[in-house]
């Protein structure tokens, strides 16, 4: 199934981890640590607990990162640009719109929106271009021409999808591990930048 696809047929628990790992891969930009989201992963992975808990870990994520929506500074290490910015921005309000409940229709509006969001900022910041396509059509299926980030990340969200999907519960782990890894992807092609524009 195309990405479009599997958002659209995703339980709760899907589509919550489906916006975390793309927030989570995009926590360099923020200027978080690789631990600081971890608390939400931990309650995905769990049906005990108090309902409220999503909301209270998502206010404490955001005072960890500099929450509060201000757009305008870019994290430590992320070279000034119109696409760093653009990048920044993107990754701050994917936390700001994180619903406070792990349930209903503004859910899986965030998903939707963080996998349009973490695949324009994969495209912003890797140094080859798509030859071809809109974000839409990569989201339906139409991979000719991808750019190497773009593609992983697009695998990635998938991924995550394919692994709630199948597992339920016991599909957060491994979906958390695939977040990793894109999110050291990410940290080292920031790095990369700032490098070159030093």
Same mark, same amino acid.
């Given at each position: 199934?195309?990405?479009?696809?599997?958002?659209?047929?995703?339980?709760?628990?899907?589509?919550?981890?489906?916006?975390?790992?793309?927030?989570?891969?995009?926590?360099?930009?923020?200027?978080?640590?690789?631990?600081?989201?971890?608390?939400?992963?931990?309650?995905?992975?769990?049906?005990?607990?108090?309902?409220?808990?999503?909301?209270?870990?998502?206010?404490?994520?955001?005072?960890?990162?500099?929450?509060?929506?201000?757009?305008?500074?870019?994290?430590?290490?992320?070279?000034?640009?119109?696409?760093?910015?653009?990048?920044?921005?993107?990754?701050?309000?994917?936390?700001?719109?994180?619903?406070?409940?792990?349930?209903?229709?503004?859910?899986?509006?965030?998903?939707?929106?963080?996998?349009?969001?973490?695949?324009?900022?994969?495209?912003?910041?890797?140094?080859?271009?798509?030859?071809?396509?809109?974000?839409?059509?990569?989201? &339906?299926?139409? @991979? *000719? %021409?991808?750019?190497? =980030?773009? !593609?992983?990340?697009? +695998? #990635?969200?998938?991924?995550?999808?394919?692994?709630?999907?199948?597992?339920?519960?016991?599909?957060?782990?491994?979906?958390? &591990?695939?977040? @990793? *890894? %894109?999110?050291?992807? =990410?940290? !080292?092609?920031?790095? +990369? #930048?700032?490098?070159?524009?030093?």
């Amino acid at each position: 199934m195309s990405l479009v696809e599997l958002i659209g047929q995703a339980d709760e628990r899907g589509l919550a981890a489906s916006g975390l790992a793309c927030l989570d891969r995009c926590v360099p930009l923020l200027g978080g640590d690789d631990e600081v989201l971890r608390p939400l992963w931990a309650d995905l992975a769990t049906d005990t607990g108090r309902p409220e808990q999503w909301a209270e870990l998502l206010d404490q994520a955001r005072g960890k990162l500099g929450g509060g929506g201000e757009f305008g500074s870019a994290a430590e290490g992320v070279p000034e640009s119109a696409g760093a910015d653009e990048a920044v921005s993107l990754a701050r309000r994917m936390l700001e719109a994180a619903p406070a409940g792990r349930s209903g229709a503004e859910l899986r509006a965030w998903a939707d929106a963080c996998s349009v969001a973490a695949l324009r900022i994969h495209q912003l910041l890797d140094p080859l271009k798509d030859t071809a396509g809109s974000l839409d059509e990569r989201r &339906e299926g139409r @991979t *000719e %021409g991808m750019s190497p =980030l773009v !593609a992983a990340e697009l +695998r #990635r969200q998938i991924t995550v999808l394919e692994l709630l999907a199948g597992h339920g519960p016991a599909g957060v782990r491994p979906a958390l &591990e695939v977040s @990793t *890894e %894109g999110r050291r992807v =990410l940290r !080292a092609v920031v790095s +990369r #930048r700032s490098r070159r524009r030093g």
